[in-house]
């Protein structure tokens, strides 16, 4: 029998690790919508003595604890991962160190997210932890989307030294952008819980100045565009402007569930996009405007 080991496998795995960390995002969202973060009251017990939701939990456990049981989904995800990342071997037969180091860190992260979501339950919800859960996400996503560059050895288009620094700026921004967008999310009113308490934030003034920044973001975004004429910025362009226009709908019709899970699955999808374009956009050294340049690729190994 065969175990595919090389960039096939390698592919499919870290591309299952991007989804399933999108899915995570949206559960998460969806819990705290619902008002279900507490469905769950402890850590790693999820009420008393029992790590099962009770049936006087109701409905909010059985929510609470469907979005903890991923975590195991993404263990298991991230195994497979590491074990196609340490069989793999480049063209010249030698082991990816990179790969590996890649793959660790993406399953590291997610034993050390299971532990924030168990403070962010222990310290009833608090609104600064809850955001740091979902930037843990987010980083996991960036983590798996350069394992998936590197292992596919994905060309990237060669630019000038004024667009690289654009596309870095870019992308500079759009973590920004996602930094204070969960401080928004602390000052609204979907605290995941009635009695949980928000950051303290004006939720109109930490509103307008994540639209000021979002503006600055869709206003690099576009002379990145002018001057690099690249596919993956025009596609990050794209998805910002399908998230400006849910977060303003969402934001004068008083954030309808509907569309904050809409955001969040927009903002999963943006971090995806703005990683593949600040790796598959940069400077090429004298400024040649070679077309396209390859990582080494990998062999696939038998066992």
């Given amino acids: 029998m065969r175990f595919v080991t090389g960039d ?56 609470e604890f469907g979005n903890r049981t991923l975590t195991f989904v993404l263990a298991a995800i991230a195994i497979g991962t590491f074990v196609a990342a340490w069989q793999a071997r480049g063209a010249d037969g030698q082991p990816r160190r990179d790969l590996r180091i890649l793959s660790f860190l993406a399953g590291l992260l997610i034993p050390i997210q299971a532990v924030i979501g168990g403070i962010t339950v222990l310290t009833k919800l608090n609104p ?3 955001a740091l859960h979902l930037l843990a996400s987010l980083g996991i996503i960036g983590i798996c989307v350069l394992l998936f560059h590197r292992v596919s050895g994905s060309p990237y288009q060669a630019v000038s030294l004024l667009g690289d620094r654009l596309v870095k700026v870019t992308y500079g921004l759009t973590l920004l952008t996602m930094v204070i967008g969960t401080a928004v999310t602390g000052a609204g009113p979907h605290s995941g819980d009635g009695g949980a308490l928000r950051n303290g934030l004006s939720p109109e003034l930490a509103s ?16 990145a565009l ?14 910002e402007l399908l998230q400006g226009v849910v977060g303003y709908v969402q934001y004068f019709t008083h954030l309808p569930i509907g569309l904050v899970v809409a955001h969040l699955l927009g903002l999963a999808v943006t971090m995806a996009v703005a990683t593949a374009m600040v790796l598959g956009v940069r400077h090429s050294e004298g400024d040649r405007r070679l077309p396209e340049h390859s990582a080494p690729t990998l062999q696939e190994q038998p066992t």
């Avoid at 639209?211 to 690099?220: H, K, P, Q, T």
């Fill in 8 to 63: 096939v496998a390698l592919r499919r795995w870290s591309v299952a690790s991007i989804v399933a960390n999108m899915v995570l995002i949206v559960t998460g969202g969806l819990v705290r919508l619902t008002k279900s973060g507490l469905g769950c009251p402890t850590w790693p017990q999820c009420e008393g003595s029992s790590y099962v939701p009770r049936p006087e939990s109701g409905i909010h456990g059985i929510i």
């Fill in 128 to 130: 600064w932890v809850v």
């Fill in 208 to 223: 307008k100045l994540h639209a000021w920044v979002v503006w600055a973001l869709v206003a690099a975004t576009i002379a």
């Fill in 226 to 239: 002018v001057v690099t004429r690249a596919r993956l910025v025009a596609a990050l362009l794209v998805v």
